[in-house]
């Protein structure tokens, strides 16, 4: 089965994903916040909170794009962050936003490659992903390199989309497939970033495919926890 790609070209799943963030950079916070009402945010700090438990000092998070994930483990964990993204442009709007709080000191940003990351083995207490692993080009290879990071007995936190399940479903999805991407291109100007979005969610594994995916990656424990019924879903996979 083919891969399901921004722009459908011959590029490779990785450099389209990388030139559909650059593409809508600037107007991805705006979106991301309209398009989700806001509940985004809460997800984040759910992840978050969940993660503190484990009191983390140094963080990665992957997939950083403009950095709310990051901005939201350093203020409620006091851990130091780095943040990754394949994508310059998106990073460049989180460098800003960072520096306008003055979180800089504290929070790193650099351009890297989730499925070949620069770090040493066993280096982070707490690594993170918001929704990014539903866009790596190789999903055992990109797991396969957050387990390395991560310090042994410590976790691995993904924060994905999944699937409505029940009588909503119906409701959501017609607004998912046809409502949400259409307000994606008027804002943004590109026409096939918000379509990728449905069609890679309704691609990608959930609840105990993805769990099982995680333990067959080499993690022994994976716990996972539903949100807002069944949009999205905070898993905690422990090396």
């Known amino acids: 089965m083919k891969p399901v790609t ?10 389209e994903v990388e ?3 650059d593409n809508i950079a600037p107007k991805y916070d705006l979106l991301n916040h309209v398009l989700s ?5 809460l997800w984040r700090n759910k992840l978050v909170k969940w993660m503190n ?10 997939a950083t794009g403009t950095g709310d994930l990051a901005i939201a483990v350093q203020k409620k964990t006091g851990a130091k ?5 394949l994508a310059q442009q998106m990073l460049n709007v989180g460098i800003t936003k960072i520096k306008n709080i003055n979180l800089d000191s504290q929070i790193e940003m650099i351009k890297g490659d989730a499925e070949n990351l620069t770090f040493t083995d066993n280096k982070f207490d707490a690594v ?10 190789n999903l055992n290879k990109g797991l396969e390199e957050l387990r390395r990071v991560v310090k042994e007995n410590r976790s691995v936190f993904i924060l994905e989309f999944s699937k409505v399940e029940g009588f909503l479903a119906p409701f959501y999805m017609f607004y998912f497939k046809n409502i949400l991407p259409k307000i994606g291109r008027l804002v943004s100007k590109d026409a096939r970033a918000y379509t990728y979005l449905p069609d890679s969610v309704n691609a990608f594994p959930y609840g105990e ?7 067959e990656t080499g993690f ?3 716990e996972y926890k539903k949100l807002t019924l069944g949009v999205a879903t905070i898993y905690k996979a422990t090396k």
């Open 6 to 15: 921004p722009y459908n070209t011959e590029a490779g799943k990785k450099r």
């Open 19 to 21: 030139d559909m963030f």
């Open 37 to 41: 009402m806001k509940i985004d945010v």
């Open 53 to 62: 438990e484990d009191a983390p000092k140094l963080v990665l998070d992957v």
């Open 81 to 85: 962050v780095v943040g990754l993204d």
């Open 128 to 137: 993170c992903v918001a929704f990014g692993v539903r866009n790596f080009e």
């Open 209 to 215: 495919k993805m769990k099982n995916i995680l333990l």
């Open 220 to 222: 022994k424990k994976v």
